[in-house]
């Protein structure tokens, strides 16, 4: 696999609590650089990023970030108003309280409503995977593929774990038919995240393989 080919898998995260316009531009800018899948940052900022992108890369944004225990309805307006400054995807956080009471028809009751707050955007849910028991990422997977969701996500980076190779294969074993995977959250480099492609992860949300291929300045068709 070559490094345009993972890149292109990637969606270009900045969600540090101190962003600035300026760095989320060069985010952007990176996004068009490397041809990444989208950019993923603070809802705050997607309507500039848009303007600036005018569709050449999407827009990513988070809902419910990173804790994942607002309201529903907190969540959908989040998505709405994402949605209404050019939004092209979302991924939300799940009410990690909930699962822990077993109460999956919740869990999946706001999924539905977020997505369709989405008005055809895509949707990636975060299940936060570092807090979880097996037997809790295994019924989140279940529900998340009865769901209108298109994606499950590991991680959303700001926990006490990120992605691991373990997680990606439950969710490939676990997943339904037509459903999608995201591994997030320390993704260390391009050999890792060929790793986590080939247990079966559609997409990667990092900040670091960009950094790296600048950094290195390799030849983006060469094999990882």
């Not at 539905?112 to 295994?138: D, M, P, Q, S, Y």
Request: aromatic share 6%; proline share 2%.
């Amino acid at each position: 696999m070559t490094y345009r080919e993972i890149l292109s898998r990637v969606d270009h995260t900045l969600l540090k609590q101190g962003a600035t316009w300026e760095q989320i531009k060069a985010v952007c800018d990176d996004g068009l650089r490397f041809g990444t899948a989208s950019v993923c940052i603070p809802p705050s900022f997607v309507k500039q990023a848009a303007e600036y992108l005018k569709g050449r890369v999407p827009v990513c944004t988070v809902i419910g970030f990173p804790n994942g225990y607002n309201t529903t309805a907190v969540k959908v307006y989040e998505t709405a108003e994402a949605v209404e400054n050019g939004a092209d995807e979302i991924d939300m956080v799940v009410n990690l309280g909930w699962v822990k009471e077993g109460r999956y028809d919740r869990v999946l009751e706001e999924i539905n409503a977020v997505k369709k707050a989405c008005a055809g955007r895509l949707l990636k849910v975060i299940i936060e995977t570092c807090l979880l028991t097996e037997e809790e990422k295994t019924e989140l997977c279940r529900t998340v593929t009865r769901s209108d969701a298109e994606f499950i996500k590991t991680s959303t980076g700001f926990s006490t774990g990120g992605a691991t190779f373990a997680d990606v294969e439950l969710m490939k074993a676990q997943m339904g038919e037509g459903k999608q995977i995201k591994a997030a959250g320390g993704i260390g480099g391009f050999h890792d995240a060929e790793t986590f492609i080939r247990l079966g992860a559609d997409r990667l949300g990092t900040s670091r393989l960009a950094e790296q291929a600048k950094k290195k300045e390799v030849e983006l068709d060469e094999e990882v």
